[in-house]
């Protein structure tokens, strides 16, 4: 019993009712236009004249209805009131066949408010009416097809079970709304690609980010760390390598701290600036910030690299920079060499590091955590790039990063 009455005791319902009622109310500005036509065929019969005015304003509500703007605030009137979740229309989606579902539903929400509005106004006033007409015995009940009258104790169990018909009404114009609403105002199907595109390619850019945090903040860290090292060794016997040291991390952080502002703008949806573009034409500057770092760099660069098209150099400079970084990591201090080779058709990158227990002290391997997300990362990139990723010993005292990365990128 408890349960069966407690719908008609949540908010919600009668929040859904009021709901419906302004559907009526809104539309009440149409009604002097679709009489104007009727009054200028004052001879046809009375209800012909109604007919074609109901028409008449069917017909406006629906052209009201089919404006897109009408649907998107539809759409955010209709969230709160009814508790479904509705949202907001995919821009730039052609409507097609689903252009009728928004029409449709001011009709239905116009029909329901005014059928529930009336019904709830009759209701209420017989209610309060034949209590008070019953004292007079001059209490009736009329309808198109006869009438009764209600005298005695039947006037209050008569407007006692008006009265109570108000929620009731209240409840199914709530519910029938709440059912039409998902399947009227919610995505149709183009917008529901719509919008799985919008998050795939929100979820692609960050990705992208995170590949950019990664590569260039890792590599950062990671070398100026190796550097403060090197310059805390060599502070005392040799005050000018400490010096060039310093001077390579504020570089190194500069730079870092150049793409961290930009993902951050990108992050916070603002206009950040241009995004950082460093390609292989970069790579001598990175070479030599390992250098700083202490490390032992063997370049062997090939072909025309800077012929290589802007997307590729791109990520070929970021290949490097991860390739570098964990050799730095993981490597056991001994020459790290680097090849880059640019052919016709491909552009192939190698590097090649000691593996093995550690010969020298300072900064080792077992000093930088891993995240595991360095090698999967890079090997995401190639795939999309439509290269070959390879990685693995070489060797018994070596590690071998080599990609392979066609110079022409499929459209």
Known sequence: MIRGIRPLLRGSTYSGALFAFCGAFVSLPL???????????????????????????????????????TRRALIACARRPLGVPLPDPAPA????????????????????????GLASLVLLGAGVALPMAGQSDQARLTWSSGSVRVTG????????????????????????????APGLLGPSTAERL???????????ERNRLAHELHDSIGHTLTAATIQAAVAGEVLAADPLAARAALRSIEESTRAALE????????????????????????????????????????????????????????????????GLTNALRHGTGGPIEVRVAAAPHALELSV??????????????????TSSHGLPGLAERVRLLHGEFEAGPHGPRHWRLAVRL??????
Request: aromatic share 6%; hydrophobic share 50%.
């Open 31 to 69: 009604l002097p236009f679709a009489a104007l036509p009727v009054l200028t065929w004052r001879s046809a019969p009375w209800g012909v004249q109604m007919g074609l005015t109901l028409l008449l304003w069917a017909a406006l509500v629906a052209a009201l209805g089919s404006a897109r703007l």
């Open 93 to 116: 989606v052609p409507r097609g066949a689903d252009r009728w579902r928004t029409p449709l539903w001011l009709l239905l929400h116009v029909a329901l408010g005014w059928t529930g």
């Open 153 to 180: 104790v039947w006037t209050w169990v008569v407007a006692v079970v008006c009265l109570l018909l108000v929620p009731l009404v209240c409840l199914a114009l709530s519910s029938a709304l709440r059912r039409l």
């Open 194 to 204: 719509a919008l799985a595109a919008e998050r795939e390619h929100a979820a692609a």
């Open 259 to 322: 793409d961290l502002d930009y993902v951050l703008g990108v992050l916070r949806e603002e206009q950040a600036g241009t995004a950082p573009t460093r390609t292989l034409a970069d790579l001598p500057e990175l070479l030599d910030r390992l250098r700083h770092a202490g490390a032992v760099v063997e370049p062997e660069l090939s072909g025309e690299l800077a012929q290589v098209q802007g997307t590729l150099s791109r990520a070929a400079y970021r290949i490097l920079q991860e």
């Open 352 to 369: 090649v590091n000691g593996a093995g227990p550690g010969t020298g002290g300072g900064v080792g391997p077992d000093a930088f955590p």
């Open 406 to 411: 066609p110079a022409r990128l499929p459209a």
